[in-house]
């Protein structure tokens, strides 16, 4: 092999820059999301009332899905009421329905959607419960 | 297995039949499925095509409009910049001039006191909305009950509709109205809106879904009065039927359903 150290040593350094983003973020940017569902709203819940308007993992996968099917019924066809699958009426509202037991947008919304890379434009507009900072 | 032609034909037409049948049972299955997934508020207002009556006898003193756009501009997050060029308005004080052209300068006897009387103006929820005709992304669009609505979400921001609309009902958000909504004022049941959208009065729609009139009518203590154009019995009706009432730039075959009477 021609020049092989010189070789060798490009390699190493191409390989170490490579590999530096994953080296120094370490831990930190791969940390999983814990999206937290203990707001104080939720709490004061009798235990077996303590769901959601579907099932936990309908809305962890599909609640954009929902999100935007809500938004379309109460702004386009002006029906506020939403029955779920286990026949409890809702009314239709980000704002009033959603946030007021998820009280905590920067642990329940922003984990997860900052970890995915995603940034809804939801709170443009409407406007996100206040929280304490701890 | 052969089959001659006679027989394939058989079983074809059998199954197309059965195919058919199939489908028609299933599609009407789920649609009582999604039928039952969303519905109306049954305590929600309905109408086939609301209006408003302005009584401009009730309107003396500066704090008779002020209370009426006051309401609106709380419940509904409507942000007070200054700068008339970023201004926005759901329902704002317009002078007589401004709000009936051409008649004023026209009619140089008319009465001085009418002349000079500001009139409590907003979106008109027109039967023939010329902004719904020219939205190109059908963000402004009428409902069946008569309101000319705005949905945020799909507005661009063209501007088409401030351009079509001839009582300037509209307005554009040059920038972040937040920072121009004071925070004791803030209604945190309803959304603000963001920079880049178009928006106007949308007739309390969302006050209407729970049974409530509208803000601007309940503050108005009588001055404003609101109901079902299209039903006869309504109390807009009867107040059109016993009065003398005029509309805003009726020429323009734009069919305005707020209508003013003194």
């Given at each position: 092999m021609y020049n092989g150290w010189k070789i060798i040593i490009g390699l190493i350094i191409f390989v170490g820059l490579i590999t530096a983003p994953f080296i120094f973020s370490g831990k930190k940017a791969t940390a999983k999301p814990d999206p937290k569902v203990d707001t104080p709203e939720i709490l004061k819940l009798p235990e077996n009332e303590r769901k959601c308007v579907e099932a936990k993992s309908y809305m962890k996968g599909e609640h954009m899905k929902l999100l935007n099917q809500w938004r379309d019924w109460v702004v386009r066809d002006g029906d506020t009421i939403y029955t779920n699958a286990e026949g409890k009426r809702y009314t239709i509202s980000l704002q009033n329905t959603c946030m007021k037991c998820h009280s905590n947008k920067t642990k329940f919304c922003d984990e997860c959607h900052n970890y995915a890379a995603v940034s809804p434009y939801c709170w443009d507009c409407h406007i996100a419960p206040k929280e304490k900072k701890s | 297995m052969s089959m001659d032609r006679k027989e394939f034909l058989k079983i074809a037409g059998i199954s197309t039949i059965l195919g058919i049948g199939g489908t028609s049972v299933v599609n009407s299955l789920r649609n009582l499925v999604e039928a039952s997934q969303i519905s109306p508020n049954p305590e929600a207002l309905t109408g086939k095509r609301w209006g408003f009556v302005v009584d401009?006898?009730?309107?003396?003193?500066d704090e008779d409009y002020q209370r009426c756009i006051e309401a609106c501009d709380k419940v509904h997050n409507v942000p007070h910049i200054n700068n008339p060029k970023h201004e926005i308005k759901w329902i704002w004080k317009e002078t007589y001039e401004h709000a009936f052209p051409g008649q004023g300068t026209e009619d140089k006897y008319l009465s001085e006191k009418i002349k000079h009387m500001p009139f409590l103006v907003l979106c008109n929820h027109c039967d023939n909305p010329p902004c719904v005709r020219v939205c190109p992304t059908k963000a402004t669009f009428k409902r069946k009950d008569g309101i000319v609505m705005m949905d945020m979400h799909r507005c661009i921001g063209c501007r088409f509709c401030m351009a079509a609309c001839p009582y300037g009902a509209r307005s554009f958000n040059?920038?972040?109205p937040r920072p121009f909504i004071k925070e004791e004022n803030e209604n945190r049941e309803f959304p603000t809106r963001t920079k880049g959208v178009v928006e106007k009065c949308t007739l309390c729609y969302e006050r209407l879904a729970k049974g409530l009139k509208p803000a601007c009518v309940e503050a108005s203590k009588g001055g404003l009065i609101f109901g079902d154009l299209d039903d006869p019995n309504s109390e807009v009706r009867k107040v059109l039927s016993s009065h003398y009432s005029f509309r805003r730039k009726p020429e323009l075959g734009t069919r305005p359903s707020v209508y003013y009477i003194f």
């Open positions: - | 401009m006898s009730k309107f003396n003193t040059w920038r972040d």
